[in-house]
């Protein structure tokens, strides 16, 4: 399947940071889905770089909708979504000249040299725009239908916020706070001591790293499947699309490695009529399954590789060894634009597994008025 | 998809730990694959419980090849292969009661109460001994084709082995050494430690959890996608399907949270007509793509949640909460099985992306002697 | 997918004519549904040969459930279905020499000499009994659900059954006529003349073919996707599945190429609150989706291969050319049998779109009492 | 899967009538394949209608390659292409008219009004533009690996083309010579009858259907599948999706209900050690495999159901019954129009088969000069 994902409803990637436009194509929406291009445009100023700590590249991000929207509401049939690359400089890549930590050289073995290599080409972090554009749309469904998705950064060069809240109504608050933030985190002064970090690193030619930390609220119990698609399953294949994740665990996940069974089997009770957990260690899924407890995970998201220390390198053209010192413009951080891409690709998965469950008319409204 | 994983070599997980049999189906192999019943049963006897640290369920495991052998080779068509449940003691089921830390209350949103709950059913480890058979025909054929996949206990409740080396021969060696191991670590003396911490913890009706660290050495560079089927997704999806797993992380994982680019990016050089990176904190993935080198993940595993102190729970039939001491048989620690669980849904999810590249052939010896 | 069919519901076939057993996995079966093991063997029957127009060969199809299974009802995780091979001749067939119209040298080439060749292997008819044990149980759920599918033998050997009725109860009364009756056709006396048309054949050591028409009645409108998955092309998919199936048509078909517009559409109108057609040459499609008039389509089953003529062919082991005079047990005609297999492929393939639209749960009774 | 078809070599398909856009989105094609969009624009022409046979809408049919191709090449990454909409007339389309024949009562079960009615919206023939223009880049690159696909006007209107030649070089010299026809027959006089009869047809404000035939020479033994993904099942799920096809049938198809099996077998015989069958009555494919002779296949085109006899039908927004006059835009024939659409969508089925078997690199060329 591909640069495809998906079963019930199915979402398609396509482009290169410096061909004509990036761009996806959404299959399987209900139809009469209301399409808020004010938030589409919205979500996609969060991935934008901003201020200092971002790439120069400054992306209009002006989308097109070619199909499968008719007088403001889905159709149902498949929405394309595109977004034309406009501030290009593909004088700053040079042929053949592998940069450690990307794609280069797993391109080269896998596209024998034709891919386009300019600004890393089908492997871009700018494809993210269009995986932002197609979660919107599915965003505003699943909020309407009273399910919440939101992410934050949790640790970012080696400084904290603290945790999302395990459940209720404090988290609902929180994850709606995230969602529009600039910057998303729960703690503004660990936010401020972040960018200094950010900045400092920036300023020695290198790079960071951190965790982006998120939770999906009310999600119905019994999504899922015991085997292989499982939502931890599913979800990870999904998150690990996004470039310079190398790491995702749910619930309290690594740290269950040293915790015994009673540390982390959540116990449980009746609360009018439902099943609760009063902990919720095993991050809303138990068996491959939601459990009707908020899903919890967490992403570790790698330095940016871009860095503008010399590097010991390879010039693929020739096969020999060679020095890089990049140029260009390039983020020290990718945390705080890459959570958007987060919450799209997690809606986008999760929304799949309802409409697989329930489905392809679930997200619908109950009728047109 | 559900039960089945796998686009060009597919395999289809079915049974339930009290029912009749459990089995699996593998569609899209290569003909002609010799396969080795011995070494099926081998496999097979690495996950089973042993000794003292083992639940006192004992399986024969006694599998019967129903479809797609043919005079001790593969024959290009499915192979469905079933092992029957013998050992079942139903009576230590009931009916209602939620284990917490189990699938209980998920399966029961899911399926409205028609599982069969009897040792938690479909969700049960027992399905692992089809997928350990399924992957051990698949191992065997990848190592015919030099590609060894090897896992080890990195930790267990709190002890922790060396860890692998970095890759050529001294990798090579640690792997085949481990395949066969009936206890996998390095360094026999933390393993002898782990087995006094894990019976420590079941003296106390206790539990405990780990992390497996595996590599898979000699894969070709420019298998996976860069979008959605990467191969940190394909293999992670596939991973979390193992009971327990909570978690999966590539290369440095986690821990590249807190560094920095220069800290993360490997180093390249070109060695004997190869690209070769010196360090391989990216796992062998770059852009979702293998770059040559070894693949190196980890999986957090979460302690065995049957454990023998009481426990708040619900009864689901009657919906009022209720209090849970276990009996029967369970496990204090299930890594050391796990890990050839690993392996073999490894092998599985990558010799379908080596199908997908270089063809459902890909793997047949050269030809029928 | 190759030998998994569906999306949301997916049926796996695997087996060989001489091996151990055939068999099928279904997944995506919504939980409590009723198992009717005798309807199970009821339809089996139907499918087996009998009388003086059959093949020799007499299997009890003593079929077992392995999993999914539980208290007679569907647990909604997946179910498997195996059927032993009993009455199997293997001296009958001898290695290498290709039966003209059979798939031994397609086979050779696609499985490169390892398939097993005895009774055509995984390509047998035999695997047939899978499809329809699997079958049964969706034909039964689909029947609760008020949606009826019936299949009889338009025309054999030159003699041509009256077609089904258009619409309504009539239709209704025809299918459940059909669906228990050992030799599917609506005119006696015209199922007479093709049985004696097939002895004749049998007696010149030949085989006949003929057209299978098949309705369903009670699908609901909206089934179907305008591209690639129309009801059309997942039918046609799926029954070309069944061997000696040739070409498949829809509504008046190939019958439409000689017509003009005004000939071929439906005039519609509004009934009882409901769009009707007056006509059905469109066979309840249109534009690739259900329009909630019956979907009526037809098949065309090619005489059996095995034939007791002599005929040239090819030695594929010494690749020499070879003549070849049957022997062993053959049926002179399979319409008969077909038909049940024909409704069982349609069952699984509409119960797929049916799950994809309206979610897993579908098939499912209210509630478990 | 919906509006994805395959799954190796993947093509998605979007867009509505009068939107902005439609297109195609191909994922799984070899890097390095030469894209020459001559040969678009040309395969886009024999698609457009001309003369006074055909709609008066006029498109361009300007493509725009938005990803996947670099320096004039295919980089192996997803190719999107898009097709704008220019000649568009929505005031020819009234909402909630039911159009007898097409899609208008289908759609408003599956989108509860929310579709784009204009013009047939997402059902339109105008989305086999993308088609044409997505089969346009692989039907070049099979015919570099000598696979050559062609289709003509078998039937239409009651006048008959004499059939395609059965093999060897006077069924190659056909299909070349049909390719770039603009009226793809091989007896030009039927081709001329053809032309008078649907002008004839025209004038009396009606239309016809009639029978495309179609072979594809040079594919390699051994493709496709014995159960559910058989070359027939795979390619007929294709057609199916072109609108007014209503059968489709392989070699002599139905025409085999009434002969016998001796008169169905292809005798073989080796041939320059390959072996070949004399007859060809099962059209290239045993038990759903190829065997090394060409595919032949056929698919009756069902008349336009725009025709200007005025017509019963039914109000969809009031439900009442009604009468419709159609005017507008409309062919009285499609079938010269369609046989380019049926070649581009069996060069991706047969894609698809071929990059399955031989790995996603087979249609390359041999490397980058």
Redesign the interface.
């Known amino acids: 399947?591909?640069?495809?994902?998906g079963?019930?409803l199915?979402v398609?990637?396509?482009?290169?940071s410096h061909?004509?436009?990036?761009?996806a194509?959404l299959?399987?929406l209900a139809?009469?889905l209301p399409v808020d291009e004010e938030f589409i445009a919205a979500q996609l100023r969060l991935r934008r770089p901003s201020g200092g700590t971002g790439t120069a590249r400054r992306e209009a991000d002006r989308f097109?909708?070619?199909?499968?929207v008719?007088e403001g509401?889905?159709?149902?049939?498949?929405?394309?979504i595109?977004i034309p690359n406009e501030d290009v400089r593909s004088g700053d890549y040079r042929r053949g000249l592998?940069r450690?930590?990307?794609?280069?050289?797993?391109?080269m073995?896998?596209?024998?040299?034709?891919?386009?290599y300019r600004g890393?080409?089908?492997?871009s972090g700018r494809?993210t725009a269009a995986l932002v554009a197609a979660g919107a749309i599915v965003l505003q469904a699943l909020r309407e239908r009273g399910i919440l998705i939101g992410t934050h950064v949790l640790?970012c060069?080696?400084v904290a916020d603290r945790p999302l809240s395990q459940g209720g109504d404090a988290l609902r608050e929180e994850l709606g706070r995230l969602n529009g933030a600039p910057y998303a985190v729960l703690d503004e002064a660990a936010g401020e001591r972040m960018r200094r970090a950010i900045e400092q690193?920036a300023a020695e030619g290198?790079?960071?790293?951190?965790?982006l930390e998120s939770a999906v609220a009310g999600l119905?119990?019994?999504?899922?499947?015991?085997?292989?698609?499982?939502v931890?399953?599913?979800l990870?294949?999904?998150?690990?699309?996004i470039?310079a994740?190398?790491?995702?665990?749910?619930?309290?996940?690594?740290a269950?490695?040293?915790?015994?069974?009673?540390?982390?089997?959540?116990?449980?009770?009746?609360e009018e009529?439902r099943?609760v957990?009063?902990t919720n260690?095993?991050?809303g899924?138990?068996?491959?399954?939601?459990?009707?407890m908020p899903v919890v995970f967490r992403c570790?998201?790698?330095?940016?590789?871009?860095?503008f220390?010399p590097?010991?390198?390879?010039d693929?053209a020739r096969?020999?060894?060679a020095s890089l010192s990049l140029e260009g413009r390039h983020d020290p951080a990718i945390l705080h634009r890459a959570r958007v891409v987060v919450d799209s690709v997690a809606a986008l998965a999760l929304a799949d597994l309802l409409a697989?469950?329930?489905?392809?008319?679930?997200l619908?409204e109950g009728?047109?008025a």
Chains 1, 2, 3, 4 share one sequence.
């Open positions: 399947m591909k640069n495809t994902f079963n019930s199915t398609t990637l396509f482009g290169e061909g004509p436009a990036v761009g194509v299959d399987g139809p009469g097109a909708i070619l199909s499968g008719f509401r889905t159709t149902g049939t498949p929405l394309a595109t592998a450690p930590g990307h794609a280069d050289c797993a391109a073995a896998k596209y024998h040299g034709f891919a386009d890393g080409g089908h492997f494809l640790r060069a080696g690193a290198d790079s960071v790293g951190g965790i119905p119990a019994g999504l899922g499947e015991p085997w292989f698609d499982t931890e399953g599913v990870s294949h999904a998150l690990f699309s470039p994740v190398k790491g995702v665990e749910f619930g309290a996940g690594f269950m490695a040293d915790r015994r069974g009673s540390e982390c089997n959540d116990p449980m009770r009746v009529g099943v957990t009063l260690h095993n991050g899924v138990n068996g491959g399954v939601t459990n009707g570790v998201v790698k330095p940016t590789p871009s860095i220390k590097q010991e390198t390879v693929l096969m020999e060894n697989l469950r329930y489905g392809t008319d679930w619908r009728g047109k």
